[in-house]
């Protein structure tokens, strides 16, 4: 805190040059909030999200890098702080609240986080790709640090002393010279303190850090414990009704005709048609479920591509090649001629399922022509945009609201359910509930890409890489480029008009690419007789993943244990929306029955310093136990537009018996700024297995998942 | 028809073959009890019948009839956490807290069988309740610290 700070005055409330109509929303604003200090991004934002009228300006449009939040002091120093970030089981309720604890120094309990509320909280693309920690983490300690000089100044000048002798700490400022206190309030006295955040304010150093830095436990860990925390699907209203959508028996079908009477005919039921669209809503779910049962349609339907014929699908259906993530660097054939060995293989990527605990759900609400959504989603102003274009409204009529929810891991970008709840309430003119089967949330619902990768690459005798050319058809950019030295490269990325509909994905297409890339690595290391760490740490630059490689292998024994019969050791790692992730793993594979069973896996990860310990240990847990599964056996099977195994029944999810011995090493590195870690450290896993089944059995399998049925009927011909 | 939950009569209007699991949330407003598939598929619907465990998704609100019912809401008493929710508060076990209800119970209906389960048996016992967003080696240590208790 020696640093220089900037000086605020105290009389000077808000920006002067904003007069007249900024005044007027002023008043409103702080008349919702009452007095004390206010920080915001900008204030534009504030205002506009306070304002029940539509003549106000509309939020501006944040780019999906560019964060917004504001923050507010009460006078009994309760700390609100207002976020377009959604909580989907990532903790982040719980970590932004420490940045703000942290530089506000203030008891974790005081602070409020109002999330994911479009009326109140400023614009926000979405919750994804990892951005939370390193944008919106930053910008809070920026907000709260603001306050917090705004707080130091006036206690300098009530007390008429320099401002950088007090000190702050549980919501009061201390001048240690007289030994007097006063409280964030008692120095605020009601007036209004209008700030933009201050770009130049000082912020403790994450080596200095108390609050932030610690395993601050899950702030409504109680509320969920006790059952009490209400996700969307448990939200009632008065007189509320249940929704159900009638679904076509596939995909791309359209309906030939519909006859609704016997629906209507129900008690209580409102049946609905609007285009291709059909639903009901009735007194109870039970209801509503006989009502979709007694309507009689007629589809007509169009042949699709099956899973069967997937990857030759993808490939001839592939568009040229330039896709995002498209690079090259030198000439493959330069690089070929150089190399002594050459490998050619060719891997398959399932789509595969999110399946989120809690499927999609949506309450809503019309009143007076407004609408109010209560809904499960990653991109809440995303949703309020669809629902006022569907409905012709303007933004301001439109409120969309996510409580926690149920999971997500890069599902839930989307606003169906929403959609579907809104159209019958309106219909019903009664608010309605809607929450997807299961059976609905495996088949509409959007898939993790699925890939056919090609990978040609050149190695000379002493292990040094001279060549590697990548095709990638349809799995994605993210993570598509070696993070090895190649002089030659060719990195291609054929996007395709996928045959189910697919979307974003926890660690997106680095789950496939990275797979790729560290299956072709080890296979290389075969081919030169290298040890597979030895081999890749003599062509990796990059010291932050040098380090997540060394540490893994060095707590995993790499090297120094030796595998029992029948039991393999494999490493895999990368890097992704700047984490590194190293993980080693051991597998059994029981020569009689074929089962594979991951016994342990250690796994290295650094993503600059670390927020909270537990809740980073819960996520790269996490996505260790998914990524598991995405390995070994999850596939989504579909057959002409249908999805033919949309129950846990049928999609093999990891269970507790799947659930290897994790062992985790977190390199938090106070020196660098904190990024997320809810998608990286899934990335090393998957390739982990398959290089340690390789090692046990010599079978060197080039598809995810990689036993889906276990190895019976592979392993005899060793 | 009349069920007791958690200590206390409760006559409910629902279909004799309604799942409980309906009757609970929609009829009831008792939402601790989660729907994840509807197929006893998953244990996120856990509640005790007796000391028994059961997914309340497969029974017919009919079979709950004469037995005592508890659910999440019933665990905690006079404002103290049950011990089995106690330890998973203290092992901070959660991400989204989607499965927590359906893994509490089943540890309750585990540790009432078994007040000293092995690991392989707390594993065999919970294998049915899925955690998606992957917290089993927290929760086994929860279990592990609420045997202690
Ligand atoms: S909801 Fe009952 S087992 Fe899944
Ligand atoms: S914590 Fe999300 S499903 Fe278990």
Redesign the interface.
Known sequence: MEEKTPTFDPNQGTEQHRAGKTDKSRRRFFKLLGGGIAVTFVLQDAFALLSDSGSAPSPRKAFADEVDAWLHIGENNKVTVYTGKVEVGQNIRTSLAQVVAEELQLPIGSIDMVMGDTALTPYDAGTFGSRTTPSMGPQLRRAAATAREIVLDLAAKEWNTDKHTLSISNGQVLHPGTNESKTFGELTKGKEFLKPLAGDVPLTPASAWKVAGTSVPKVNGEEILTGKHKYVSDMKLPGMLYGKVLRAPSFKASLKSADLSAAKALPGVVAVQEGDFIGVAAPDPQTAEKAIKAIKVQWQEVPQPSRAELFSFLKENASGGGGRGSTRKGSIERGMNTATQKLKSSYTVDYIAHAPMEPRAALAQWENGHLTVWTGTQRPFAVRDDLARAFGLPQEKVRVLMPDTGSAYGGKHTGEAALEAARLAKAAQKSVTLTWTREEEFTWAYFRPAGLIEVYSGVTEDGTLTAWEFQNYNSGASGIHTPYVVPHQQIQHHPVDSPLRQGSYRGLASTANIFVIESQMDDLANLVGMDPLAFRLKNLDEPRLRAVFEAAAKGFGWGSAKPAPNHGFGVGGGTEKGGFTATCAEVAVDPGSGEVKVVRTTTAFECGAVVNPAHLDNQILGAIVQGLGGALFEAVDFGNGKILNPHFAQYRVPRFKDTPAIEIIQLDRKDLPSAGAGEAPIVGIAPAIRNAIAQATGIRLKSLPLVPKGMKGMLGSR | MELRINGKKRTVT??AK?PLL?VL???L???????????G??G?CTVLLGDAAVRSCQIPASAAQGKEIT???G??QDGK?HPV?QA??NE?V????????GM?MSTVALLRAKPKPTEEE???F???????????????AAIKEAAKA
């Open positions: 629902a279909d309604t309906y949330r929609d009829e407003d008792m939402t601790g009890t989660k729907y994840g598939c509807g197929e598929q998953c996120a659910t999440i809401e665990l905690a956490l929710q998973y508060l901070d959660f991400q989204c807290g989607y499965c927590a209800s509490v707390i594993i065999g919970m294998n049915g309740n899925v955690c998606r967003c992957g917290t089993y080696p927290r929760i086994l």
